[in-house]
């Protein structure tokens, strides 16, 4: 089993940057794909990128060039780079450790891009 801990997010102006964190506890970490979604208000839970325990990664449209998802498996942790940020990222953003049809959540970190 894997417990996920989401960190980092907050209040920033547009343009400005962030980086999320996502702590994981439980063996075996180095084997998940794990992926960022975040779900805004009113809108679904989206996948806007992932990466795979090879470190092959993958984006949404709307995050491309804009957004870095790296791992650090000694530390068992992921992060999420957001640079040049929007009124439309604003959302609870999610981390998701997945294997084999399995997979755990974290309770999810606020992301608001307001000025």
């Known amino acids: 089993q894997v417990q996920l801990v989401e960190s980092g997010g907050g209040l920033v102006q547009p343009g400005g940057s962030l980086r999320l964190s996502c702590a994981a506890s439980?063996?075996?970490?180095?084997?998940?794909?794990m992926g960022w979604y975040r779900q805004g208000p009113g809108n679904q839970r989206e996948l806007i990128a992932r990466i795979t325990s090879g470190s092959i990664t993958n984006y949404a449209d709307s995050v491309k060039g804009r957004f870095t998802i790296s791992r650090d498996n000694a530390k068992k942790m992921v992060s999420l780079q957001m640079n040049s940020l929007k009124s439309e990222d604003t959302a609870v953003y999610y981390c998701?450790?997945?294997?084999?049809?399995?997979?755990?959540w974290g309770q999810g970190t606020q992301v608001t891009v307001s000025s």
């Open positions: 439980g063996s075996m970490f180095s084997t998940y794909v």
């Open positions: 998701k450790a997945s294997r084999g049809g399995i997979y755990y």
